[in-house]
């Protein structure tokens, strides 16, 4: 299940012409790096793992939109970093990965 949906973000990632190419490469790189992470988490932590899942989803999404909204771009990536922080301890490498996608998000201008 978690990994469908980071398959379904890459391919989102893949089409999106509103995604710089050099971000687009980070992001797919970091995808491949957090796949490796939430797979090893679901294991011990599941409900965490589906929640980073999903808020990578939203914040995705929010990257993808032709029309910015600013609102829900702050709320994905919030949520983004909020559903690694009870983790951090345990997995630093995920939530080094997690924030790393927040900072290409942001540098878009998200």
Known sequence: MIEDRIQ???A???ESPNIPEPARAELLKLLAALKDEVGTLAK???EDARSIARFVDASAH???RTEKKPKLIEASLNGLTASVEA???SHPKLAEVVNQIAVVLSNMGL
Do not use: N, P
Request: aromatic content about 0%; overall charge neutral; proline content about 0%.
């Open 87 to 89: 983790i951090e301890a």
């Open 44 to 46: 011990s932590h599941a």
């Open 8 to 10: 379904k973000i890459e």
């Open 62 to 64: 929010e990257a993808t």
């Open 12 to 14: 989102r990632l893949k």
